[in-house]
């Protein structure tokens, strides 16, 4: 899916989101690395990563050619500062009208404008592919990424006490969130 939009973050500073693609795999895989080192919320650590350069830039190309999925990347002064994505539960009819939703961006940038940017980006292009729902999972302890998701409308539909199992501090709550993407 192709995206491309400009926006004024808190700071002035100019950023574009735009989808990404196979030239801007290494730069990718770099902010991967680091945003997964920077928090103990999203899925993996750095050094679980499987996926080589090469393979991220195709994955990102693939995305970009796809009809019902997207990974947008938030750039500033020609640095990706973020990513974020939606991609399909699955292909069968039961499930083709979720998609999931994930972020990460460099701690750098909290508190600019940029997770809200990107995912009211992912919702209007989960709207443009046809879907009627889009989910996350936040850790509970996320306070901030809860609130801004309550603010796009998300809901919470259900917990799982035990759904990561950190380094840091074990066992952490996962709050289950969907919003409904019909008019």
């Known amino acids: 899916m192709q995206y491309q939009k400009q926006i004024t973050l808190k700071s002035g500073k100019t950023c574009i989101l735009r989808n990404g693609t196979n030239e801007d795999a290494k730069a990718v895989y770099e902010i991967f ?20 350069i090469e393979e ?3 994955f990102l190309q693939e995305k970009a050619n796809a009809p019902r999925e997207v990974e ?11 990513t974020a994505g939606i991609h399909a539960l699955g292909s069968k009819y039961k499930v083709k009208h979720r998609a999931d939703f994930g972020i990460s961006v460099l701690q750098a940038y909290w508190n600019e ?3 809200k940017a990107l995912t009211e980006s992912c919702i209007a292009c989960a709207k443009e592919a046809g879907y009627t729902q889009l989910e996350l999972d936040v850790v509970a302890e996320n306070d901030r990424a809860l609130a801004l998701y309550r603010s796009l409308g998300f809901i919470e539909y259900g917990r799982n006490p ?22």
Do not use: N, W
């Open 33 to 52: 690395q680091k945003t997964h080192e920077e928090t103990d919320y999203l899925l993996s650590y750095p050094e679980e990563t499987t996926m080589t």
């Open 56 to 58: 991220e830039g195709e």
């Open 72 to 82: 947008i990347l938030a750039i500033i002064d020609g640095q990706v500062v973020a």
């Open 113 to 115: 404008g940029i997770g």
């Open 162 to 183: 035990k759904g990561f199992f950190s380094k840091l501090s074990g066992y952490q709550e996962l709050v289950a969130m969907r919003l409904e993407l019909q008019e």
